[in-house]
Nanobody, 123 residues
């Protein structure tokens, strides 16, 4: 069993930056594909970014490409999402997720979800 816990959310002005962190306990994240998803009010949860367990491959939603960067530190059992040039449309609850297949994570088939952290971008 893996427990994942997000942190780093908050309120930021448009154009600003935030760095989200995801820490795992109970089991190593080392062999899991990790992803970030988000859910805005009244909308379905959507994929944001994913990274393989080696960190050699990443994939981003078109809406965040060039602004967000996903990374991981297996020694720390942690995953990060650096978010730059934030827009009001980025306002959502951001979720960390773990899965055993890159394709499954990107498609939303997840083994473990975090509780989420709120990101609010003001205009």
């Amino acid at each position: 069993q893996v427990q994942v816990l997000e942190s780093g959310g908050g309120l930021v002005q448009a154009g600003g930056s935030l760095r989200l962190s995801c820490a795992a306990s109970g089991r190593t994240l080392r062999y899991y594909v990790m992803g970030w998803f988000r859910q805005a009010p009244g909308k379905e949860r959507e994929f944001v970014a994913a990274i393989t367990w080696t960190g050699s491959r990443t994939y981003y939603a078109d809406s965040v490409k060039g602004r967000f960067t996903i990374s991981r530190d297996n020694a720390q059992n942690a995953v990060f999402l650096q978010m730059n040039s934030l827009k009001p449309d980025d306002t959502a609850v951001y979720y960390c997720a773990a899965g055993l297949s890159f394709g499954k994570v990107v498609s939303g088939t997840i083994d473990y979800w975090g509780q989420g952290t709120q990101v609010t971008v003001s205009s």
